[in-house]
Nanobody
Framework: QVQLVESGGGLVQPGGSLRLSCAAS????????MGWYRQIPGKERVLVAA???????QYADSVKGRFTISRDNAKKIVNLEMNSLKSEDTAVYYC??????????????WGKGTLVTVSS
């Protein structure tokens, strides 16, 4: 059974920084792409940043230059460093990963989400 557990959310003032982490655990044979999505109530979940197993990254235009995604393949962790936060970054952030389990099937997994609130 695979789990993605996020940590690091919270309340921060505009212009501040937060670091989100997500750890994958369980019967994992391999992890391909990992990423972070966010969702505002009443809106669709959207991609914030993604990173391939080889380290290639992509970002939503709204966070380019402010957010940095990284991963530690050995520890099965993906991080999101968020700087210069704005009120519009307020959302629930979800960790996402494509994981190959010992059943040799690649499946998409989601964490339960962590709330980031940017407010003065």
């Amino acid at each position: 059974q695979v789990q993605l557990v996020e940590s690091g959310g919270g309340l921060v003032q505009p212009g501040g920084s937060l670091r989100l982490s997500c750890a994958a655990s369980g019967s994992i044979l391999g992890i391909n792409d990992m990423g972070w999505y966010r969702q505002i109530p009443g809106k669709e979940r959207v991609l914030v940043a993604a990173i391939s197993s080889g380290g290639n990254t992509q970002y939503a235009d709204s966070v380019k230059g402010r957010f940095t995604i990284s991963r530690d393949n050995a520890k099965k962790i993906v991080n999101l460093e968020m700087n210069s936060l704005k009120s519009e970054d307020t959302a629930v952030y979800y960790c996402n990963a494509w994981i190959n389990t010992y059943t040799a099937i690649w499946s998409e997994y989601w964490g339960k989400g962590t709330l980031v609130t940017v407010s003065s």
